[in-house]
C-alpha cells in the first residue's frame, strides 16, 4: 500500500456550523432596530419557543452555556450531598455537581454504550445520595428504563447530562423528555449551536419558572429578589444565531450520517477497529464518530495512533481522557475500581466529523488508518 499524503491544511475534529452571512447581518439588524441585546428579549423568546417544538419538550429554558445549566438544574431541584454520576464525560459533569458543594460519586460504565452502568449504581446509593446525573455519551442514549427505575426504587432525582444528544430520541419520545430536566449543550462543537449556549428542559413548568428565576440573579420582579442566582442568560446575538441554525439543522445531521457511513463501511474491514452502530429505535444525530483501538489487533494503542495521524496534519480527540475520576481535585473521592471506565478512556479516538466534510476526506483518513497499522505490522 502507497504511503497516503498528508492534508495540505489541518483536518479538525470538527468545524462549526454556522449561518450564511446575509442572513446574519439582517436578522442582527433587527436586533440593532429593537436596541434589546440581552435580558430575555423577541430573539431568546422566540428560540425558547422553536427549540421546545423542534425538541419535543413540554417546558424548555435557555443559558449562556450548559456548565450553568447543569449548575442551574442541581439548585432548581434542591440537590445536595452526594450525586451518582460517570466518570466517563467532560469535566463540566461533575464541575456543576462540585459548585453546588454536592460529592460526586463516579460509578462504572458499559462497555458498549460507554455509559453509566445501571447493573453498577444501586451499590453506590446511599443516605446522602440525593440524584443521578448520567450522561448520554456521544449521543448514545443511556438505559433510561433502567436508571428510572432505580430512581423511583430510591426516591432519587435524575438530571441527564444531554450535552451530545440534541435531536435524538428513543422510540418516537424525545431523549430531552426523560428524568426531571435534561441538559443540551449549544456550543459551537455541538450538532447545533448557538455559539456559546446551553438549554434545560423540564416536564414541570414550576421547575422552569424557577429556572429562569435563578439565571437572573434570583429576580422574580423587578423589586423582588426571590434568592441568591446567577447571570445565566442567553443573549440575543446568540439567540439570533440559534433561530438561523434551526432551519439547517436537519441537512447537517443527514451529511453526518454519510461521513459515518463511509467510516463505518471502510473501517470495518480494518482488524483492532472498533465502533458503535445505530440502534433500532433510536433516532441518531451523529454528534460524534469515535474509534476504539485494540492494540493487541492493531499494533499501535490509541495514544500512538493520535500522534501518528498528526503527521498527516489530521487531528483527532482522545474523548474522554482522562477520566474525571482521575483529576486531581476528584482522585481523593474514588474508593471503588471503575475498570471498564478506564479501558474505554484507553481506546477511544474521535475523528474529524462535520456536515460540512468532503467524503473524500473520510476516504482519506480511513486510508491513513489502514497505512499506519500496515506499517506498525512490518515493524
Same mark, same amino acid.
Given at each position: ?19 450564511? =452571512?446575509?442572513? /446574519? ?18 430573539? &431568546? ?25 447543569? +449548575? ?69 442514549? &443511556? ?31 424525545? $431523549? ?12 459551537? /462543537? ?58 439547517? =439543522? ?9 461521513? /459515518? ?11 483492532? =477497529? ?16 469515535? $474509534? ?31 477520566? &474525571?475520576?482521575?483529576?486531581? &481535585?476528584?482522585?481523593?473521592? +474514588? ?45
Amino acid at each position: 500500500m502507497l504511503q497516503p499524503k498528508p492534508f495540505k491544511a489541518p483536518v479538525y475534529i470538527t468545524e462549526p456550523l454556522l449561518p450564511p =452571512i446575509g442572513d /446574519t447581518a439582517a436578522i442582527f439588524k433587527k436586533i440593532w432596530e429593537s436596541k434589546q441585546v440581552t435580558n430575555n428579549g423577541i430573539m &431568546c423568546r422566540t428560540l425558547e419557543k422553536k427549540l421546545a417544538d423542534f425538541l419535543k419538550v413540554k417546558h424548555l429554558s435557555l443559558f449562556s452555556n450548559g456548565t450553568a445549566a447543569l +449548575q442551574i438544574a442541581c439548585r432548581a431541584l434542591n440537590l445536595g450531598g452526594e450525586v451518582i454520576t460517570t466518570p466517563f464525560t467532560f469535566a463540566a459533569t461533575p464541575h456543576a455537581l462540585a459548585w453546588n458543594n454536592i460529592k460526586p460519586v463516579f460509578c462504572d460504565i458499559e462497555n458498549e454504550s460507554m455509559n453509566i452502568d445501571p447493573g453498577k449504581i444501586e451499590e453506590l446509593v446511599t443516605k446522602d445520595t440525593a440524584a443521578l446525573l448520567p450522561v448520554h455519551v456521544f449521543g448514545t442514549p &443511556c438505559n433510561v428504563e433502567a436508571i428510572d427505575k432505580i430512581a423511583r426504587r430510591h426516591r432519587l432525582k435524575v438530571i441527564y447530562d444531554a450535552a451530545h444528544a440534541f435531536g435524538v430520541s428513543i422510540e418516537g419520545k424525545s $431523549i430531552g423528555s426523560f428524568g426531571d430536566a435534561s441538559m443540551f449543550s449549544l456550543h459551537a /462543537t455541538k450538532v447545533y449551536n448557538t455559539i456559546e449556549g446551553g438549554a434545560l428542559a423540564f416536564g414541570k413548568q414550576d421547575l422552569k419558572i424557577r429556572a429562569d428565576i435563578l439565571k437572573n440573579f434570583g429576580f422574580r420582579s423587578e423589586s423582588d429578589v426571590q434568592e441568591p442566582g446567577i447571570n445565566g442568560k442567553l443573549n440575543e446575538l446568540q439567540s439570533a444565531i440559534g433561530i438561523l441554525l434551526l432551519e439547517k =439543522i436537519g441537512r447537517e445531521i443527514e451529511a453526518r450520517g454519510k461521513i /459515518t457511513n463511509i467510516y463505518r463501511n471502510i473501517l470495518k474491514g480494518i482488524g483492532g =477497529i472498533k465502533f458503535n452502530r445505530d440502534i433500532p429505535g433510536v433516532v441518531h444525530n451523529y454528534s460524534y464518530f469515535v $474509534i476504539r483501538i485494540n492494540k493487541g489487533e492493531y499494533g499501535l494503542t490509541r495514544d500512538e495512533v493520535y500522534e501518528e495521524l498528526k503527521k498527516y496534519n489530521v487531528f483527532s480527540r482522545r474523548y474522554f481522557y482522562p477520566l &474525571c475520576s482521575n483529576f486531581k &481535585c476528584y482522585g481523593s473521592l +474514588q474508593k471503588r475500581p471503575l475498570s471498564v471506565a478506564q479501558a474505554v478512556s484507553e481506546e477511544v479516538l474521535a475523528l474529524p466529523l462535520h456536515g460540512r466534510m468532503d467524503t473524500a476526506f473520510a476516504e482519506r483518513i480511513c486510508s491513513i488508518i489502514s497505512y499506519i497499522k500496515g506499517r506498525a505490522h512490518k515493524l
